[in-house]
């Protein structure tokens, strides 16, 4: 059974740093997506960032610059460090794992949610102005 938990996020004021990550168990897929997506209250899902089995990992252009995705493969940990946080960046994130395609972006540079088969239950992160 695959497993995502979440952890490591909370309030921080604008301008500061948080990283969140995401301990993934049961993921057998030898060529895989990993990623993060967020979700604001009244809107709708987006990725954040992702990263695959090469190590290429790909941003939105919202946090390109300010966030960083890594992940450690002999822990099995994904992690999302976020720089420079601001007000807007507020939301539930979620921890995502899929097949290779799942990486692919669409004509318009964002990540198709149903690609990814994976879903951790999620972890705030508040940004404070």
């Known amino acids: 059974q695959v497993q995502l938990v979440e952890s490591g996020g909370g309030s921080v004021q604008a301008g500061e740093s948080l990283s969140v990550s995401c301990a993934i168990s049961?993921?057998?897929?030898?060529?895989?997506?990993l990623g993060w997506f967020r979700q604001a209250p009244g809107k709708e899902r987006e990725g954040v960032a992702s990263?695959?089995?090469?190590?290429?990992?790909r941003y939105a252009d919202s946090v390109k610059g300010r966030f960083t995705i890594s992940k450690d493969n002999a822990k099995n940990i994904l992690y999302l460090d976020m720089n420079s946080l601001k007000p807007e960046d507020t939301a539930m994130y979620y921890c995502?794992?899929?097949?290779?395609?799942?990486?692919?972006?669409?004509?318009?540079?964002?990540?198709?949610?149903?690609?990814?088969?994976?879903w951790g239950q999620g972890t705030q992160v508040t940004v404070s102005s």
């Open positions: 049961g993921f057998s897929y030898s060529v895989y997506c």
């Open positions: 990263i695959d089995s090469d190590g290429t990992a």
């Open positions: 995502v794992a899929g097949p290779h395609s799942a990486c692919l972006l669409s004509v318009g540079g964002s990540w198709y949610p149903r690609r990814f088969n994976y």
